[in-house]
């Protein structure tokens, strides 16, 4: 971490409000003590351990919601056509 170097430039601070929605979870006790153990080792917490976790796979389900609409568009716009079909099932499966 870089430490805070004065300037001869005013300083200018911002604040804003994250609204944050508590919730309750139910854990195996065992699986609680590992998971406090692996969170002190990384110097975070449960908390901040599972609201990453949460992060990550909303923002995952996101950018494949983001990809299955591009693929999709790309699909309506392409200019490729399939054409006739000049083969049966038998033609593919004659041995």
């Known amino acids: 971490m ?5 300037t001869a430039f005013p300083q ?8 944050m929605r508590n919730i309750t979870l139910s854990v195996d006790e065992k699986v609680l003590a ?3 153990r692996q ?11 599972v609201r ?3 992060a990550r796979l909303a923002a995952h389900e ?9 693929l999709s568009e790309l699909s309506r716009s392409s200019q490729g056509r399939l ?3 000049a083969w049966t099932r038998d033609d593919l499966h004659d041995r």
Do not use: C, W
Request: hydrophobic fraction near 40%; avoid cysteine.
């Open 83 to 85: 054409g006739q079909k």
């Open 39 to 49: 969170a002190a080792e990384q110097n975070s917490s449960v908390n901040a351990m």
């Open 62 to 70: 996101d950018r494949a919601t983001r990809a299955r609409a591009r």
């Open 12 to 19: 200018h601070s911002f604040t804003y409000t994250v609204f």
């Open 34 to 36: 590992v998971v406090r």
């Open 2 to 6: 870089i430490p805070f170097a004065r």
């Open 52 to 54: 990453d976790y949460l």
